[in-house]
């Protein structure tokens, strides 16, 4: 087939299974806008801005396990993309990009709305290409979803001069080539693993988001009953373990549950399952689990003794792993150290003030009336923590933040993406005022295309985590934290043509969201909590896990 750029471009995300595609057009990029105009096959979201394109690609991604596509123009319609992308890329979230540039004869002229996107973006995507030939386009965008999807996944860049997409070139469709996660790990590992498993007295299972990339829960159920272990998670972590699970302590690291923290720093075996040793889950390099053995499972080789030296590790899929030491590992017996982790359990409860609204509330009646089915989106701050801990995620793909970046911003248009992804699943975003106000534009994307997203906001009038930070330890000083002025979200909600619910008391929570779930339609929630509310447990950054604390220690003076 005789074809021009831009239709190669829509035959090959045709030939990767795409079905969704999330952008913005402009002066560039018209060629393959006008190409997608006869593909009814493949369903365009046009969003209010490039950066929640971005966004919701990636929580298009995170729900479903496929690779999340968005398109920009040239110039400031690839930069907004940037922050999206790099989102995905501190998170390994598998995401196309597909921008278009300026005519080949004009490149590093300062053209008109001309930016060296490839450039820009090198840092934080997998791989980038600039397309200047024809001939090479069909099988730069297969290397690119190859890419993204393979290994640890991540961002690729296509940027595509505009004389590209209207050239003409010969196509030949093909299959898309299939994925293959290399194991560098040998029998040896494997072996090395078991025997120091077998040594162990008191283990401790660290679960992260390479659990859900590999798709491993299984093997993650089946690796923790047989080393009789307790087991926490990392933000990203969340779901690949059934947080009802007797064994399940909470979230490990700065705002990590007493049980997991202090287990943690008392284990004599810490066996981390696809996670990165952030310095939000370790604290204290010098001290964290500084009693114990560390293994480290993970598909990328770069991050083993990158942060954390390691006792052994087992380089590749996860999945894979498991299997193989789940067929060698004899079910050990940890019963005193079981019950003794219960009894931390027991003793450190994660609580809160139930005499008013707040945000643990919220949590737990959205827990209560969706019965755990649902998939929770959220922002970044006070609000994404207080998602992590009272609702009870028992599926993967259920909770997307963004971990590594923090982007204040990303949770609608990632919950947008989720909801177009799973159209049968209930999608609500948590955010905070703050985060809501920096993308609440894409309220709009979500009434156009009559897409049903819960919006709930979580208002405290305040950049709520900011000011926690400000009164632990900058003597209360509110620098440039306090939002209280004259914006009535509900009023924009409307305007932007979706429902809006106001919850001021506690009572009037679980009717709006009833109401919300039952008229199926694009809507906010916005719920007014205090100010000073705050996230506990916490320990300080830099200081050790066993230094976290409470409420109760916190108005005692210990903190």
């Given at each position: 087939?005789?074809?021009?750029?831009?239709?190669?471009?829509?035959?090959?995300?045709?030939?990767?299974?795409?079905?969704?595609?999330?952008?913005?057009?402009?002066?560039?990029?018209?060629?393959?806008?006008?190409?997608?105009?006869?593909?009814?096959?493949?369903?365009?979201?046009?969003?209010?801005?490039?950066?929640?394109?971005?966004?919701?690609?990636?929580?298009?991604?995170?729900?479903?396990?496929?690779?999340?596509?968005?398109?920009?123009?040239?110039?400031?319609?690839?930069?907004?993309?940037?922050?999206?992308?790099?989102?995905?890329?501190?998170?390994?979230?598998?995401?196309?990009?597909?921008?278009?540039?300026?005519?080949?004869?004009?490149?590093?002229?300062?053209?008109?709305?001309?930016?060296?996107?490839?450039?820009?973006?090198?840092?934080?995507?997998?791989?980038?290409?600039?397309?200047?030939?024809?001939?090479?386009?069909?099988?730069?965008?297969?290397?690119?979803?190859?890419?993204?999807?393979?290994?640890?996944?991540?961002?690729?860049?296509?940027?595509?001069?505009?004389?590209?997409?209207?050239?003409?070139?010969?196509?030949?469709?093909?299959?898309?080539?299939?994925?293959?996660?290399?194991?560098?790990?040998?029998?040896?590992?494997?072996?090395?693993?078991?025997?120091?498993?077998?040594?162990?007295?008191?283990?401790?299972?660290?679960?992260?988001?390479?659990?859900?990339?590999?798709?491993?829960?299984?093997?993650?159920?089946?690796?923790?009953?047989?080393?009789?272990?307790?087991?926490?998670?990392?933000?990203?972590?969340?779901?690949?373990?059934?947080?009802?699970?007797?064994?399940?302590?909470?979230?490990?690291?700065?705002?990590?549950?007493?049980?997991?923290?202090?287990?943690?720093?008392?284990?004599?075996?810490?066996?981390?399952?696809?996670?990165?040793?952030?310095?939000?889950?370790?604290?204290?390099?010098?001290?964290?689990?500084?009693?114990?053995?560390?293994?480290?499972f993970d598909i990328d080789a770069a991050e083993i003794d990158k942060n954390?030296?390691?006792?052994?590790?087992?380089?590749?899929?996860?999945?894979?792993?498991?299997?193989?030491?789940?067929?060698?590992?004899?079910?050990?017996?940890?019963?005193?150290?079981?019950?003794?982790?219960?009894?931390?359990?027991?003793?450190?409860?994660?609580?809160?003030?139930?005499?008013?609204?707040?945000?643990?509330?919220?949590?737990?009646?959205?827990?209560?009336?969706?019965?755990?089915?649902?998939?929770?989106?959220?922002?970044?701050?006070?609000?994404?923590?207080?998602?992590?801990?009272?609702?009870?995620?028992?599926?993967?793909?259920?909770?997307?933040?963004?971990?590594?970046?923090?982007?204040?911003?990303?949770?609608?248009?990632?919950?947008?993406?989720?909801?177009?992804?799973?159209?049968?699943?209930?999608?609500?975003?948590i955010a905070g005022d703050g985060c809501f106000r920096m993308n609440m534009n894409e309220l709009a994307?979500?009434?156009?295309?009559?897409?049903?997203?819960?919006?709930?906001?979580?208002?405290?009038?305040?950049?709520?985590?900011?000011?926690?930070?400000?009164?632990?330890?900058?003597?209360?000083?509110?620098?440039?934290?306090?939002?209280?002025?004259?914006?009535?979200?509900?009023?924009?909600?409307?305007?932007?043509?979706?429902?809006?619910?106001?919850?001021?008391?506690?009572?009037?929570?679980?009717?709006?969201?009833?109401?919300?779930?039952?008229?199926?339609?694009?809507?906010?929630?916005?719920?007014?909590?205090?100010?000073?509310?705050?996230?506990?447990?916490?320990?300080?950054?830099?200081?050790?896990?066993?230094?976290?604390?409470?409420?109760?220690?916190?108005?005692?003076?210990?903190?």
């Open positions: 087939m005789l074809l021009t750029g831009a239709e190669i471009v829509v035959e090959c995300l045709k030939e990767q299974g795409v079905d969704t595609v999330f952008g913005y057009p402009g002066g560039t990029i018209l060629n393959v806008y006008d190409a997608l105009y006869n593909h009814s096959e493949i369903r365009h979201i046009l969003t209010s801005h490039e950066q929640g394109a971005s966004h919701a690609a990636d929580g298009y991604a995170r729900s479903t396990g496929k690779v999340g596509v968005c398109m920009a123009t040239s110039g400031p319609g690839a930069t907004n993309l940037v922050t999206g992308i790099a989102t995905a890329y501190m998170d390994s979230v598998p995401m196309v990009a597909i921008t278009a540039n300026v005519v080949l004869p004009w490149l590093g002229k300062d053209t008109f709305q001309e930016v060296d996107i490839a450039g820009v973006t090198m840092p934080i995507t997998k791989h980038g290409y600039i397309v200047k030939n024809v001939k090479d386009l069909a099988d730069t965008i297969r290397k690119a979803f190859n890419i993204a999807k393979s290994g640890r996944p991540g961002p690729v860049l296509v940027d595509i001069t505009k004389d590209v997409t209207a050239a003409k070139c010969e196509y030949t469709p093909k299959e898309p080539a299939k994925i293959t996660r290399l194991d560098k790990f040998t029998d040896e590992d494997i072996n090395k693993v078991v025997k120091l498993i077998q040594g162990s007295k008191k283990p401790f299972i660290y679960v992260g988001g390479g659990a859900i990339a590999s798709d491993a829960q299984k093997e993650v159920k089946e690796f923790a009953e047989l080393v009789d272990a307790p087991v926490c998670d990392t933000l990203m972590g969340k779901g690949a373990f059934d947080g009802y699970d007797k064994r399940y302590t909470g979230m490990i690291g700065m705002h990590g549950t007493k049980a997991s923290n202090l287990g943690v720093s008392d284990c004599d075996l810490l066996i981390a399952l696809g996670a990165r040793f952030s310095d939000r889950v370790v604290g204290n390099v010098k001290s964290f689990a500084s009693k114990a053995k560390v293994i480290h954390i030296k390691t006792k052994a590790s087992v380089i590749g899929d996860l999945k894979s792993a498991l299997k193989k030491v789940n067929k060698l590992l004899p079910k050990q017996d940890h019963s005193d150290w079981m019950k003794h982790i219960e009894e931390l359990k027991e003793k450190y409860p994660l609580g809160y003030d139930h005499s008013k609204l707040t945000c643990p509330y919220i949590m737990e009646e959205i827990d209560r009336i969706t019965k755990g089915d649902a998939i929770i989106t959220t922002d970044v701050g006070q609000h994404q923590i207080w998602a992590s801990q009272y609702y009870h995620y028992t599926k993967p793909r259920t909770f997307l933040s963004s971990g590594g970046l923090g982007t204040m911003g990303y949770g609608l248009g990632a919950c947008i993406g989720a909801k177009v992804g799973n159209p049968k699943k209930l999608c609500i975003n994307t979500a009434s156009r295309f009559d897409i049903p997203i819960i919006q709930v906001i979580i208002n405290n009038h305040v950049l709520g985590m900011v000011r926690q930070w400000q009164t632990l330890f900058y003597e209360g000083r509110y620098s440039q934290t306090i939002l209280n002025d004259k914006v009535d979200f509900c009023k924009v909600a409307e305007g932007l043509g979706c429902d809006a619910y106001k919850v001021i008391k506690k009572e009037e929570f679980a009717p709006a969201l009833k109401n919300a779930i039952k008229n199926n339609r694009p809507c906010i929630i916005e719920c007014v909590i205090n100010e000073d509310d705050k996230v506990f447990p916490m320990v300080p950054g830099g200081s050790p896990l066993s230094d976290v604390f409470d409420e109760k220690d916190y108005e005692k003076g210990k903190a």
